[in-house]
């Protein structure tokens, strides 16, 4: 077996409270260029799947920055939106993004041009802290302050709720790559997850409750799956990040660090066998997800890294 880059480059960006993104090396540590995010912390990042942009979400704004450009401001700055927006993503062909946010609503908007435009708005009662969309790229799972996950059809406008734990914030939501799994995280520390079927066009989704664990003994913040499917990670204000099997969902490692303070965000690896985690102590850290050690730590945020964006290497095989 031979295997060789299929010529995509790794993109590991962080976010601060610093109101700053930086892009690094990923395997040296060394940060290439610093990007100027004024005015406000950055809550949300994605990268598009052309790997051409970085959106960045903020309070009243969505910036997109150039990856490949020298240029440390934005391509594109939207500020239509009013309070934070918290979650941003993109349709895996890049046709659309979603974002949500404080204003109690999930948008899906049109990328056709880079004139950013809003082509339909999902209203809810509450602030929403975190959307996802599921592989099938018709529904988007909406999670709000007031612990309900709404499951919105982008398509049909049709949508329905779940309700896990009344009352209780839903923090963050993942889906898996294979379309098997959704967790959810909340403000107690519980993760719980529900086992999916359908989402095809003619068989709706249906969620099977799974599992409901105390995951954290403080608010937990992030839920991921790896990109094999086979591990769940959890991170939360107890300063650690866990990693689940999804076999039988039992912990297979706690990565903990004796600086390291309330875990904000976490990516995994490509291959699955690496995690980066961002914290309130000013560092991202990469780890091994097989021992839980440290193997490099990515410093020079003058604050909390709030939001982290990695895109890995892709190898062609034969």
């Known amino acids: 077996m031979s295997c060789e880059e299929n010529g995509e480059q790794v993109i590991l960006a962080t976010a601060s409270y610093d109101h700053t993104i930086k892009l690094w090396q990923a395997h040296s540590g060394i940060c290439q260029r610093t990007l100027q995010h004024p005015e406000s912390q950055v809550n949300a990042m994605d990268i598009t799947p052309d790997r051409q942009l970085l959106?960045?979400?903020?309070?009243?704004?969505?910036?997109?920055?150039?990856?490949n450009s020298s240029a440390a401001n934005p391509v594109i700055n939207y500020e239509g939106v009013s309070k934070n927006v918290t979650a941003v993503g993109f349709q895996e062909d890049g046709k659309w993004m979603f974002t949500?946010?404080?204003?109690?609503?999930?948008?899906?908007?049109?990328?056709?041009?880079?004139?950013?435009?809003?082509?339909?708005?999902?209203?809810?009662?509450?602030?929403?802290?975190?959307?996802?969309?599921?592989p099938n790229q018709a529904e988007l799972f909406v999670g709000d302050q007031s612990g309900v996950i709404h499951i919105w059809d982008v398509k049909t406008e049709h949508?329905?709720?779940?309700?896990?734990?009344?009352?209780?914030?839903?923090?963050s939501i993942a889906i898996d790559p294979e379309g098997t799994y959704m967790a959810a995280v909340n403000i107690k520390g519980k993760v719980y997850v529900w086992r999916l079927s359908g989402g095809t066009d003619d068989k709706?989704?249906?969620?099977?409750?799974?599992?409901?664990?105390?995951?954290?003994?403080?608010?937990?913040?992030?839920?991921?799956?790896?990109?094999?499917?086979?591990?769940?990670?959890?991170?939360s204000a107890d300063q650690?990040?866990?990693?689940?099997?999804?076999?039988?969902?039992?912990?297979?490692?706690?990565?903990?660090?004796?600086?390291?303070?309330?875990?904000?965000?976490?990516?995994?690896?490509?291959?699955?066998?690496?995690?980066?985690?961002g914290s309130s102590d000013n560092v991202a850290r990469l780890w091994s997800v097989e021992t839980g050690e440290v193997k490099r730590e990515y410093t020079g945020h003058q604050k909390t890294v709030s939001a982290i964006a990695f895109r890995d290497v892709i190898y062609a095989c034969s």
């Open 55 to 67: 959106a960045a979400a903020g309070y009243q704004h969505i910036r997109m920055y150039d990856i």
């Open 100 to 134: 949500g946010g404080e204003d109690c609503t999930a948008k899906i908007w049109d990328l056709k041009s880079r004139n950013l435009h809003v082509s339909r708005i999902f209203q809810v009662n509450t602030p929403v802290n975190c959307a996802c969309l599921h």
């Open 159 to 171: 949508n329905e709720q779940l309700i896990p734990e009344p009352e209780a914030s839903i923090q």
């Open 204 to 235: 709706p989704i249906i969620l099977t409750p799974t599992r409901s664990i105390q995951a954290h003994n403080n608010y937990a913040l992030k839920v991921k799956f790896s990109p094999d499917s086979t591990m769940m990670i959890t991170t």
């Open 240 to 277: 650690t990040a866990k990693i689940w099997k999804t076999a039988d969902f039992q912990q297979m490692t706690e990565l903990r660090d004796t600086n390291q303070r309330w875990v904000w965000d976490v990516a995994f690896s490509a291959d699955s066998q690496h995690v980066i985690t």
